[in-house]
Antibody
Framework: EVQLVESGGDLVQPGGSLRLSCAAS????????MSWVRQAPGKGLEWVAN????????YYVDSVKGRFTISRDNAKNSLYLQMNSLRAEDTAVYYC???????????????WGQGALVTVSS | DIQMTQSPSTLSAFVGDRVTITCRAS??????LAWYQQKPGKAPKLLIY???TLENGVQSRFSGSGSGTEFTLTISSLQPDDFATYHC?????????FGQGTKLEIK
């Protein structure tokens, strides 16, 4: 059974940093692209970042470029999101998601974790 | 960036009804569209990908259609478990944009 379990969500002050983790099991983690998707309170879903199987390619939504870093450790079956210079508008539930490729090289998401809540507030 | 617009934002229906949710893209995305179901406090669940392909294990009362800029998700006979929020998502460009969601409520 595919499982994705996020951790690391917390309350953090504006300008602060936080690292989210996602532990994967039930599939061969190293063979899949992985993504982070977030959902602000009462809002829709927003793709945040994704990473290639070997970590050699990483892509981000414009609003987090230069502040967030996605990474992975295939030996530990884990995905990470390092979030720096956090803003109030980053407040959201952050989901890790296994990503499947469409023809043009972009992705949809077939398995999701339960989410980690990040609250940015003073 | 491609914008995805769902309609309606909220839909009230009875158990047994046939319902249709529409998702419109601001430019053509071919058939690169997925639909997800999300229940309160839970992660989204993939229902349909490539506009009309049913994900393994998803009930056959769910179906998707469309291409280009207009897409629909149809539930042929609503069951109590189907009352949830539904999201569309394009994967034709690197923005991987989602619609704002359609909340399906019991009438």
């Amino acid at each position: 059974e595919v499982q994705l379990v996020e951790s690391g969500g917390d309350l953090v002050q504006p300008g602060g940093s936080l690292r989210l983790s996602c532990a994967a099991s039930g599939f061969t983690f190293s063979t899949y692209w992985m993504s982070w998707v977030r959902q602000a309170p009462g809002k829709g879903l927003e793709w945040v970042a994704n990473i290639r199987q070997d970590g050699s390619e990483k892509y981000y939504v414009d609003s987090v470029k230069g502040r967030f870093t996605i990474s992975r450790d295939n030996a530990k079956n884990s995905l990470y999101l390092q979030m720096n210079s956090l803003r109030a508008e980053d407040t959201a539930v952050y989901y890790c998601a296994r990503s499947l490729r469409g023809f043009p090289g972009y992705y949809y998401f077939d398995y999701w974790g339960q989410g980690a809540l990040v609250t940015v507030s003073s | 960036d491609i914008q995805m617009t769902q309609s309606p934002s909220t839909l009230s229906a009875f158990v047994g009804d046939r319902v249709t949710i529409t998702c419109r893209a601001s430019q053509s995305i071919g058939s690169w569209l997925a639909w997800y179901q999300q229940k309160p406090g839970k992660a989204p669940k993939l229902l349909i990908y490539k506009a009309s392909t049913l994900e393994n294990g998803v009930q056959s009362r769910f179906s998707g259609s469309g291409s280009g800029t207009e897409f629909t998700l149809t539930i042929s006979s609503l069951q109590p478990d189907d009352f949830a929020t539904y999201h569309c998502q394009q994967y034709n460009t690197d923005s991987h944009t989602f619609g704002q969601g359609t909340k399906l409520e019991i009438k």
